[in-house]
């Protein structure tokens, strides 16, 4: 099946800070889907990128679709403690478009 | 504004019970699928639909039923539960036709001893 190399696995951080993490695949994505999961709670979507070479922004957060369409970016910027939580890739496969998902990047906010 | 709800939160079983795990979307929406996740692994597909009476096997279908009946509801049968069953369990549910987002549930946490 398609793999998602998600990095980085963690990431321990200062309120305040930038974040960055991505997701490289050896395939062929025509959307690029980013989730967050809060603890205890279900993955919720944060932003969608729908083109080669596309920037999207949603407040604080910033995303990427790679040009070669087998990557994607995103960032936080001035995190803040409610940003704790598991940060998935999850690009849509097949007809049905059926999720994959990455491993998560585990963030971790230091007040 | 329900939106997905999954019955239980948690449950434990004993090897070779059987359970079923309710899963119920209020957004008339056609597309059902169910996830697990273990601890690194994200999220992995177990069984989806994509209207009442279409069920289809996803990455890791072996030891899980589905059916759907309805359009609101898409439960997911264990029908002899073994440890390597423990985990937790995510439905969602998504408009079908085009890339429409996805609505998770709270998730049920599943021990299997």
């Known amino acids: 099946g398609q793999q998602l190399n998600q990095s980085p696995q963690s990431m321990f951080i200062q309120e305040g800070e930038d974040v960055s993490m991505n997701c490289t695949s050896s395939?062929?994505?025509?959307?690029w889907l980013w989730y967050k999961q809060d603890p205890g709670e279900g993955p919720v979507l944060l932003i969608a990128?729908?083109?080669?070479?596309e920037l999207t922004s949603n407040g604080r957060l910033t995303a990427q679709f790679g040009i070669t369409r087998k990557d994607s970016f995103l960032n936080i910027s001035a995190s803040i403690p409610s940003d704790v939580g598991i940060y998935f890739c999850a690009p849509p496969i097949g007809s049905q478009g059926n999720l994959i998902f990455g491993k998560g990047t585990k963030l971790s906010v230091k007040p | 504004n329900a939106g997905v709800t999954q019955t239980p939160k948690f449950q434990v079983l004993k090897t070779g019970q059987s359970m079923t795990l309710q899963c119920a979307q209020d957004m008339n929406h056609e597309y059902m699928s169910w996830y697990r996740q273990d601890p690194g692994m994200g999220l992995r597909l177990i069984h989806y639909?994509?209207?009442?009476?279409?069920?289809d096997q996803g990455e890791v279908p072996n030891g899980y039923n589905v059916s759907r009946s309805t359009t609101e509801d898409f439960p997911l049968r264990l029908l002899s539960a073994a440890p390597s069953q423990t985990s937790v369990y995510f439905c969602?549910?998504?408009?079908?036709?085009?890339?429409?987002?996805?609505?998770f549930g709270q998730g049920t946490r599943l021990t299997v001893v």
């Open positions: 969602a549910s998504r408009r079908t036709g085009g890339i429409g987002e996805a609505f």
């Open positions: 395939s062929i994505f025509n959307t």
């Open positions: 990128l729908y083109k080669a070479g």
């Open positions: 639909s994509v209207g009442a009476g279409i069920t």
